[in-house]
């Protein structure tokens, strides 16, 4: 089985910055890629950022290309989010979320963690 733990959300002010950490647990050694995700309230979930495990390739949504860094350490099996230029309408629930090389969709999530921006 996997675990996903998420780390790292909070409140802090429009333009500021956090990080948050998932670490990962279990059967990681079939992970093709992680991601991190978010739902704002009233709001579908959307993508946010993913990497590649293999190769350390890294996709963004447009929303936040430029502001947001995704990272990963394989050494400890965990994934990072540096989260730059915060802005309000970045307040969500960010969850993480990895999916395996025989598998076409994400199969395991963490529980999420909130950050919210204030203006």
């Known amino acids: 089985q996997v675990q996903l733990v998420e780390s790292g959300g909070g409140l802090v002010q429009a333009g500021g910055s956090l990080r948050l950490s998932c670490a990962a647990s279990?059967?990681?050694?079939?992970?093709?890629?992680m991601g991190w995700f978010r739902q704002a309230p009233g709001k579908e979930r959307e993508f946010v950022a993913a990497?590649?495990?293999?190769?350390?390739?890294?996709y963004y949504a447009s929303s936040v290309k430029g502001r947001f860094t995704i990272s990963r350490d394989n050494t400890k099996n965990t994934v990072f989010v540096q989260m730059n230029n915060l802005k309000p309408e970045d307040t969500a629930f960010y969850y993480c979320?990895?999916?395996?090389?025989?598998?076409?969709?994400?199969?395991?999530w963490g529980q999420g963690t909130q950050v919210t921006v204030s203006s």
């Open positions: 979320a990895a999916k395996t090389v025989t598998r076409d969709s994400y199969d395991y």
């Open positions: 279990g059967r990681t050694f079939n992970f093709d890629i």
């Open positions: 990497i590649r495990w293999s190769d350390g390739n890294t």
